[in-house]
C-alpha cells in the first residue's frame, strides 16, 4: 500500500483500497434482525454482516434507529448482489411475521 491508501505502482485514477476489496468480495448476505425492544424483525443484506450490524445498532439506519439493539437471528449467502437483493425483496414482500420465524427456524 502506498500514500494515501492506495495499492499498486500505477492504480486506476481514484482507486483506493476499499474500492478493490469491494469489487473483489464474492458473497453478499441477506439477514433477519430482530429487536427485543420493539419485538420487531427487520430484512435487510449486506456484503459485511458485522458492519451493517454496528451500523444498525450505532443509529446509523433510520429504519432501525429507534428500536436498538438489533441481533441477527438468521442469515444466507448469495454468490451476486443482485441475487441478495432479489432474495431480501422476496421475504420483504411476503410482509410476514410467521414466514420469517418460519424462516428463523431452520426453513431457509
Not at 450490524?53 to 446509523?60: M, Q
Request: hydrophobic share 30%.
Amino acid at each position: 500500500m502506498t500514500r494515501k491508501g492506495r495499492i499498486g505502482s500505477s492504480p486506476i485514477r481514484g482507486t483506493l483500497k476499499s474500492d478493490i476489496c469491494r469489487f473483489f468480495s464474492f458473497m453478499y448476505f441477506v439477514y433477519l434482525l430482530y429487536s427485543e425492544k420493539c419485538d420487531r424483525y427487520y430484512t435487510g443484506y449486506a456484503a459485511d454482516i458485522n458492519t451493517r450490524l454496528t451500523r444498525h445498532n450505532n443509529g446509523f439506519v433510520t429504519a432501525t434507529k429507534n428500536c436498538r439493539p438489533y441481533r441477527i437471528m438468521a442469515s444466507k449467502s448469495f454468490a451476486t448482489e443482485t441475487e441478495a437483493r432479489i432474495e431480501e425483496a422476496r421475504i420483504k414482500k411476503q410482509k410476514s411475521r410467521k414466514y420469517i420465524e418460519w424462516l428463523i427456524q431452520g426453513n431457509w
